[in-house]
Each structure stands twice: as structure tokens, then as C-alpha cells.
T-cell receptor, first 113, second 114 residues
Framework: GDSVTQTEGLVTLTEGLPVKLNCTYQ???????FFWYVQHLNEAPKLLLR?????KRTEHQGFHATLHKSSSSFHLQKSSVQLSDSALYFC???????????FGKGAKLTVSP | DPKIIQKPKYLVAVTGSEKILICEQY?????MYWYRQSAKKPLEFMFS???????DNQTASSRFQPQSSKKNHLDLQITALKPDDSATYFC?????????????FGPGTRLTVL
């Protein structure tokens, strides 16, 4: 079946530093879409980024990600983190026109002053 | 105004009891979902409905029953509650054929089973 792997469980950074959260996947389907969701404490997951186009960079709120089908990856990056970026970040995969989202385990980002 | 409403926000139940989690969305979407989040499994897909029909069920237990009384409602009935059912349950919705079928989540119902 499909699977999404996020390798960083906990990431602690000082404000102003760059961050990269890894996301790799396995799927038997060619028609797929990828998402990054951000979840602040006691809140709902909110859509951050989305993509289904190979090698095309997508950006939102200072974060960016590029889908690379050759390496089965959709890593999330930001050049300079802020205190407000402290949250859980989930990578998710949707296959074809099916509706199920398969989520990675999430990465908890903590940004300190 | 919130676009996806989930009621209640917090719910405490005793083992063996039955509860219904309410979800209403006002995004005009025709697909709705339930996900569960716990310390053991971060975000786990449970059910999907499209145009009020069950499309996918990834929940092994029949104790979990979705109910769609209206196009923009998808409630979740849980019977014979167990402590392991303690989790936050999120409802989500999307519009088939629109964009990348992005799903938008409600605020969740935090269920604690004693």
C-alpha cells in the first residue's frame, strides 16, 4: 500500500535559521498529489502546501516544497523560521482521484528565541 | 465564521457506552471524511463519503459507524467504547473534481474513554 515517511520526529531550531523537513513516499499509482499540513497545539491540521506536478516548486507563507518523483520526495523548507512556526508538520499523499489521505508520522518543530 | 463545525469539542465517556460525534460543513463540499489522531497513530484515515455514499472504510471495527443525514453532515457513532478509542477525531471535507481534492479539517472532538 501507500506509505509516507517523515524521518524527523523532533526538530528544535533557533529563530532565523533554515529548516528542512523530509518527506518521502511509496505508491503504486502515477496519479498522485501531495500535501503539507501544519497543526498548531490543540488546533486542526491546516493545509500549507499542495502539489502534483513533478519538479515544480510550490510556495506558501514562506515555506516551499518541490515534488521530485525521481526520488519520491516532497521535502518542506523555509529559509528563516519564526517563533510562530512552532507546530506539527505532516506530509500527506493522495492517490489518483481516491479520497483517502495517507499521512506521515509528523515532525514537531520547536523554534526558540 | 467556522466553515466546519464539530460538536462537542470535548467528550468524556465510560467504557461500554455509546457516543455520537457531530460534523457539519459549510464549504459546499460533497465529500466528507473522518480521521483519528492519537499519541500512537498521528493521523489515521477512517471513512470517506462522497455525495452521501460511503466510498472508503479503513476502520476494522464495526463499532464505528458514520451517518450522513444531510449532504453537509457526517456524524460518527461509536458504540461499546473502549479506553483505546480515546483520541481526537477530526472531520474533513473536500470537493470532488476541484483542484487537487484538498481536504479541510474541522477543529476536532477530543474523546476520552474512562
Amino acid at each position: 500500500g501507500d506509505s509516507v515517511t517523515q524521518t524527523e520526529g523532533l526538530v528544535t531550531l533557533t529563530e532565523g535559521l533554515p529548516v528542512k523537513l523530509n518527506c518521502t513516499y511509496q505508491t503504486a499509482y502515477s496519479d498522485v498529489a501531495f500535501f503539507w499540513y501544519v497543526q498548531h497545539l490543540n488546533e486542526a491540521p491546516k493545509l500549507l502546501l499542495r502539489s502534483s506536478t513533478d519538479n515544480k516548486r510550490t510556495e506558501h507563507q514562506g515555506f516551499h516544497a518541490t515534488l521530485h518523483k525521481s526520488s519520491s520526495s516532497f521535502h518542506l523548507q523555509k529559509s528563516s523560521v519564526q517563533l510562530s512556526d512552532s507546530a506539527l508538520y505532516f506530509c500527506a499523499l493522495r492517490q489518483g482521484t481516491g479520497s483517502k489521505l495517507s499521512f506521515g508520522k509528523g515532525a514537531k518543530l520547536t523554534v526558540s528565541p | 465564521d467556522p466553515k466546519i463545525i464539530q460538536k462537542p469539542k470535548y467528550l468524556v465517556a465510560v467504557t461500554g457506552s455509546e457516543k455520537i460525534l457531530i460534523c457539519e460543513q459549510y464549504l459546499g463540499h460533497n465529500a466528507m471524511y473522518w480521521y483519528r489522531q492519537s499519541a500512537k497513530k498521528p493521523l489515521e484515515f477512517m471513512f470517506s463519503y462522497s455525495y452521501q455514499k460511503l466510498m472508503d472504510n479503513q476502520t476494522a471495527s464495526s463499532r464505528f459507524q458514520p451517518q450522513s443525514s444531510k449532504k453537509n453532515h457526517l456524524d460518527l457513532q461509536i458504540t461499546a467504547l473502549k479506553p483505546d478509542d480515546s483520541a481526537t477525531y477530526f472531520c474533513a471535507s473536500s470537493q470532488p473534481g476541484q483542484g487537487l481534492y484538498e481536504q479541510y479539517f474541522g477543529p476536532g472532538t477530543r474523546l476520552t474513554v474512562l
